[in-house]
Every structure is written in C-alpha cells, then in structure tokens.
Nanobody, 124 residues
Framework: QVQLVESGGGWVQAGGSLRLSCIIT????????MGWFRQTPGKEQEFVGR????????YLVDSVKDRFTISKDNAKNRMYLQMNDLKPEDTASYYC?????????????????WGQGTQVTVSS
C-alpha cells in the first residue's frame, strides 16, 4: 500500500505562485510514476503532469508547461508541483497520484493511489 498526502494549497492572487507538496509513505518501491491532477466541481479530473519516480522524465500539459514544474526528492519520498504565474482558471482541488506498472499515463484510471487533495484558489 501507498499513502499520499498533499499540502501547500491556498489562496493567491493572479500572477502569484504556490508550491504543492506530496508526501509518499508505504511501498514506494512499487511506484513507477507520480502524477498531479486537478478537479473543479462538476468537471472531470484533469491531468496536469507526471514524473517518472525512478527517473527524471517529466511531462506537463500544454496549458501549464510554461508555468508549472514537477520535481521530486526520492530520498525524502516527496513530489512537488511548483506553480508560477497562476491564473484564475488554475483554481481547483489538486491531487497527487501514484502509479504502479511499467508505463506512465495521463489517464486517472491508471493511477492506483490518491491523496485527499489540496485546494488552490486564484483570484483575479
């Protein structure tokens, strides 16, 4: 089993920055990729990006790739989402997720473990 806990959300004005953290405990040796997703009420979860757990490959969707960065610290079992130049449309609950298996994925259904989420609110 793997447990995930996000932190770092909050309220920020447009143009501001936040850094989300995801603390990972449990069977981290089973993880192949870590992802960030976000969701607003009434909408499906949106994939934001992912990082290969035992590598450095990072992928971010086009809408955030020039503003957000994903990083990790394997020794501390933590993943981060640095969000700069935030926009009101970035307002959402943000979730970290862990995936087992051999392939990375943008599909939420392919992720096996989820955190409880942290709210990010960006005001205009």
């Amino acid at each position: 089993q793997v447990q995930l806990v996000e932190s770092g959300g909050g309220w920020v004005q447009a143009g501001g920055s936040l850094r989300l953290s995801c603390i990972i405990t449990g069977r981290t040796d089973s993880i192949t990729a870590m992802g960030w997703f976000r969701q607003t009420p009434g909408k499906e979860q949106e994939f934001v990006g992912r990082i290969i757990w035992n590598g450095d490959n990072v992928y971010l969707v086009d809408s955030v790739k020039d503003r957000f960065t994903i990083s990790k610290d394997n020794a501390k079992n933590r993943m981060y989402l640095q969000m700069n130049d935030l926009k009101p449309e970035d307002t959402a609950s943000y979730y970290c997720a862990a995936k087992r298996g051999s392939n990375s994925s943008e599909n939420a259904k392919d992720y096996d473990y989820w955190g409880q989420g942290t709210q990010v609110t960006v005001s205009s």
